[in-house]
């Protein structure tokens, strides 16, 4: 990516310097071609965190201590998914996911907000990346 710089002596040719530009902005445009722009999902009480989905934020139901089940499919290889535990609307609640399959044991339980997992889809199940505070 390599753009030439107009020449600046005396006056600038308008006509030059718009084309200028417009490869700047080409330039630019392929430099953050990869770059994305993620949504993130709140799912409240028991439900599936998606594995297309890259960030989903977990808030418990209301309704006292019980745990909120929530399931996590299989992915594609090399996908990841980040899990917050965003909100406990009652003291004593949690969040337990279950991933159909899950190399670091059988789940990983949300009882703290701000608790969160980075998990990895590869070579047939979910891997942690990374762990904090949460119980795997």
Same mark, same amino acid.
């Given at each position: 990516?390599?753009?030439? +710089?107009?020449?600046? /002596? %005396? ?18 445009? !392929? ?9 993130? +999902? +709140? #799912? ?13 934020? #977990?808030?418990?139901? /209301?309704? %006292? ?17 980040? +899990? ?10 949690? /969040? ?9 044991? !059988?789940?990983?339980?949300? /009882? ?6 980075? #998990?990895?889809?590869?070579?047939? !199940?979910?891997?942690?990346? !990374? ?6």
């Amino acid at each position: 990516m390599e753009t030439t +710089i107009p020449q600046m /002596s %005396g006056k600038v040719d308008p006509v030059e310097m718009q084309d200028y530009l417009r490869r700047i902005h080409t330039d630019i445009e !392929s430099l953050f071609a990869g770059a994305r722009d993620y949504t993130v +999902i +709140i #799912l409240t009480g028991a439900g599936a965190v998606l594995p297309d989905d890259p960030i989903t934020h #977990l808030v418990t139901a /209301s309704g %006292g201590v019980a745990a909120d089940a929530v399931t996590l499919a299989d992915g594609k290889e090399g996908q990841q998914v980040t +899990i917050i535990y965003k909100t406990e609307t009652d003291a004593g609640d949690t /969040s337990i996911l279950t991933p159909d399959n899950f190399y670091d044991g !059988s789940t990983i339980t949300y /009882s703290v907000a701000g608790q969160g997992s980075v #998990l990895l889809f590869t070579n047939g !199940s979910w891997r942690v990346v !990374s762990n904090d505070g949460a119980v795997a």
